[in-house]
């Protein structure tokens, strides 16, 4: 799709779906353009691009902008959809990541509106009419971009704050726990059972994953998870909790690319104390974090003595495995955070949730209900 050249040479890029002939510069441009901030990150995808996205959605689409000439993809965006509860029931939601645009090209408000204006047409009439988006609280130039109200771009409606803790997997956990539940492994004969009891509490949350027991076999929905990284909680026999540890380091990869002064000068120490404290050491430039995502997290009300004891069993098998962390996501008003936060020694990273409105109705916000939101970190 080709617009007339201008004196604005964004007027002459193209806009297009992505296929798998452009992997490996979509792989390129990922590790390229890394996102800035007090720690400056690359969300990498080796070794194939379109196999880690498949884990996103049932429907996945890239959508980028080449040069004029050279064919050079100087920007991209994805958009995946997925089954997810809003006030108790399921819906089709859309998450726009992976927002990429070259230097040369990141202040131009025509490309935006070009490859925004070609995401819109990719929605269908079965989805929400806005969809999820994430950004790191300390990436003030996107934010900026973004939340400008810019003509042809959706308007960006600010929803809550997400945090992320990064929690050592040799570090301390609190002595307060849940005794009277044991602890066991899922399997495939489980994963009906497990499914059920994801429904069950799904739809107690906004935006909390719709999972099936054919999702949760799937080598390709939950590419990496097998049914034996889940762990139950049991009292007797009903099931009173359940957490999955994500390993997705095969095909998704988090790398620091640099840290912000002073945090680049104190590095040396905070990793010296790093194991005294209990929490997880920084890295160093140019190498991969390692960790896995504590996903699937559901308990009956929601009590953090069970959450405990299942984390406990996970972080013991981690250790075995040789791995360093383990990252657990929650919105701002979950109240499972706030206690996660006092019983496990952390790094915490916080971003913004948007919803980005797609529709004429400005108040998208006034459509939900007072449900806690729960949106899956391993997922975005």
């Not at 201008?6 to 890029?13: K, T």
Request: some cysteine.
């Amino acid at each position: 799709m080709t617009s007339a050249a201008s004196a604005d040479s964004s007027e002459s890029v193209t806009v297009e779906l992505a296929s798998e002939s452009d992997d490996a510069a979509l792989r390129r441009l990922a590790c390229d353009m890394p996102l800035r901030g007090r720690i400056t990150i690359s969300l990498e995808r080796e070794p194939s691009f379109f196999d880690a996205a498949s884990i996103e959605g049932d429907r996945h689409h890239v959508v980028i902008l080449r040069a004029p000439g050279s064919g050079r993809i100087v920007a991209m965006g994805s958009r995946s959809v997925r089954k997810v509860y809003v006030n108790g029931s399921v819906a089709r939601l859309g998450y726009l990541g992976q927002l990429r645009v070259a230097p040369q090209f990141c202040r131009s408000r025509r490309l935006l509106a070009k490859g925004y204006g070609f995401a819109r047409t990719l929605r269908r009439h079965d989805e929400l009419p806005y969809d999820l988006t994430s950004i790191m609280v300390d990436n003030t130039a996107a934010t900026r971009l973004l939340t400008a109200g810019l003509s042809g771009l959706p308007s960006y409606v600010p929803f809550e704050r997400f945090v992320t803790l990064v929690v050592a997997v040799r570090g301390r956990i609190a002595k307060r726990r849940a005794r009277d539940v044991r602890i066991e492994r899922g399997s495939v004969e489980t994963a009906g059972e497990i499914a059920a009891y994801l429904q069950r509490n799904g739809r107690r949350f906004q935006f909390a994953p719709h999972w099936t027991a054919a999702d949760l076999r799937s080598p390709v929905r939950t590419r990496g998870l097998a049914l034996s990284n889940f762990y139950l909680a049991l009292r007797g026999t009903h099931v009173a909790g359940c957490l999955a540890i994500w390993d997705q380091r095969a095909f998704k990869q988090t790398v620091v690319h640099a840290y912000a002064t002073p945090l680049r000068w104190l590095r040396p120490f905070v990793n010296m104390t790093a194991p005294l404290l209990g929490v997880p050491r920084l890295p160093p430039p140019h190498q991969s974090m390692d960790f896995a995502f504590a996903s699937h997290i559901a308990l009956d009300d929601d009590d953090p003595r069970i959450l405990t004891e299942l984390l406990s069993a996970a972080r013991r098998d981690l250790r075995v495995a040789d791995m360093e962390c383990v990252v657990l996501g929650f919105t701002a008003g979950n109240p499972l955070l706030a206690e996660m936060r006092r019983r496990l020694p952390h790094r915490a990273y916080e971003s913004q949730l948007y919803l980005v409105n797609w529709g004429s109705d400005r108040d998208v916000l006034s459509a939900l209900d007072k449900r806690v939101s729960h949106v899956e970190v391993a997922l975005l």
